[in-house]
């Protein structure tokens, strides 16, 4: 059975960093890809970032609002991504969730990850 277990949120002034982390399990991750969502108060979840491999080819999908801010990285021993976030935002507050796709392809439609983390709070303060 495939898990996601994401860690790492917490309360930071705006400008500030924080390194959220997924780390997978259950299934071989040779190829794969995951994603990570969020979702504030009232919203609807939206897209953050997402990285695939396969082979020696990685790609990485940036929303426009975080990109150059948020940059993704993992690790494939220990088959964790890391969503390193700097320069936040007050606009940045969400539970942030991280899935697995589906297709080990690089999505930004949340029907595409089927399999989902229980979320982790990130909360920036102005």
């Known amino acids: 059975q495939v898990e996601v277990v994401e860690s790492g949120g917490g309360l930071v002034q705006a400008g500030g960093s924080l390194r959220l982390s997924c780390a997978a399990s259950?299934?071989?991750?040779?190829?794969?890809?995951m994603g990570w969502f969020r979702q504030a108060p009232g919203k609807e979840r939206e897209f953050v970032a997402a990285?695939?491999?396969?082979?020696?080819?990685?790609?990485?999908d940036y929303a426009d609002s975080v990109k150059g801010r948020f940059t993704l990285s993992r690790d494939s021993a220990q088959n964790t991504v890391y969503l390193q976030m700097d320069s936040l935002k007050v606009e940045d507050t969400a539970v942030y969730y991280c899935?697995?796709?589906?297709?080990?392809?690089?999505?930004?439609?949340?029907?595409?990850?089927?399999?989902w983390g229980q979320g982790t709070q990130v909360s920036v303060s102005a």
């Open positions: 259950g299934r071989s991750f040779t190829n794969a890809a």
């Open positions: 899935a697995v796709s589906r297709t080990d392809w690089v999505s930004r439609a949340s029907d595409d990850y089927g399999v």
């Open positions: 990285v695939s491999w396969r082979r020696a080819i990685t790609y990485y």
